[in-house]
């Protein structure tokens, strides 16, 4: 069941992207960015406010939260901002993959910081994936240099 999730969600994220893709092409980067965290976090209010019991309580817990809790919505702008910036350079599974890999980087530094241990497999993983990707985007290069001629 969490495989089938897990899949579902990647299709989404990936829908998700070519959707805020084509919005901030239209739109301008800004105005797109600005329009996918405005109905986002009116979506999440909307959710929030009809799953709380007291609605004073889950106020007092947002406000009482701590100001780190803030940082993924900052790492969210940062993150949609980037993607709207490449994803019209490059294709979206280039994107994708790359997105992939920064995850997997970051994941194996996160778990080298916390247990100390360093699976060189992931490593390996990481270095194969980033390997193909960048093997299949120079023989794209070299294909549409070769139709120019």
């Known amino acids: 069941m969490y495989y089938l999730m897990a899949f579902l969600i990647g299709g989404i994220i ?16 800004l105005n797109g960015i600005f329009y996918n965290f405005f109905t986002g976090s009116l979506l999440m209010g909307i959710f929030y406010i009809f799953n709380i019991t007291d609605f004073k309580e889950g106020a007092e817990k947002i406000f009482d939260g701590d100001l780190w809790m803030f940082g993924g919505g900052i790492l969210g702008i940062l993150i949609l901002s980037m993607c709207n910036y490449a994803i019209p350079r490059m294709t ?14 970051t ?16 490593i390996l993983g990481c270095t194969f994936i980033l390997t193909g990707v960048m093997y299949d985007i120079g023989m794209e290069k070299i294909k549409k240099s070769k139709a120019l001629i």
């Not at 994941?107 to 992931?122: A, F, H, Q, R, V």
């Open 92 to 105: 979206v599974v280039y994107a994708t993959l790359f997105i992939m890999v920064g995850q997997l980087v």
């Open 14 to 29: 990936i829908f998700q992207m070519m959707i805020n893709s084509i919005l901030s092409c239209r739109l301008g980067k």
């Open 107 to 122: 994941g194996n530094i996160m778990e080298y910081i916390m247990t100390g241990d360093l699976s060189m497999k992931k």
